[in-house]
């Protein structure tokens, strides 16, 4: 079975950094393209980047430059740096895979930054 455990997530000033934690079980990081994403109330969840299995990355413009995705494959984890914080980055972090014609996602990480 699938499973991915977001944490990580806190109350942060803006300019501040988070580090998110993605662990996953069922599957290796690094046999499987992986995906951040994020949801304010109200909003449409939003891709924030992923990594290829074959570690590359790529990032949605608005996060660009500021956020990191990277995965350690002894643990099992892929993480999201998210330095230089901007209130409009608040919202629930979550962590996704998909498998064949199955998705999976995890309970997601609330990230919320003061101005």
């Known amino acids: 079975q699938v499973q991915v455990v977001e944490s990580g997530g806190g109350l942060v000033q803006a300019g501040g950094s988070l580090r998110l934690s993605c662990v996953a079980s069922?599957?290796?990081?690094?046999?499987?393209?992986m995906e951040w994403h994020r949801q304010v109330p109200g909003k449409q969840r939003e891709w924030v980047g992923g990594?290829?299995?074959?570690?590359?990355?790529n990032y949605a413009d608005s996060v660009k430059g500021r956020f990191t995705i990277s995965r350690d494959n002894a643990k099992n984890t892929m993480y999201l740096q998210m330095n230089s914080l901007k209130p409009e980055d608040t919202g629930v972090y979550y962590c996704?895979?998909?498998?064949?014609?199955?998705?999976?996602w995890g309970q997601g990480t609330q990230v919320t930054v003061s101005s």
């Open positions: 069922g599957i290796f990081v690094n046999l499987n393209s």
């Open positions: 996704y895979v998909s498998r064949g014609s199955s998705n999976f």
């Open positions: 990594i290829s299995s074959g570690g590359w990355t």
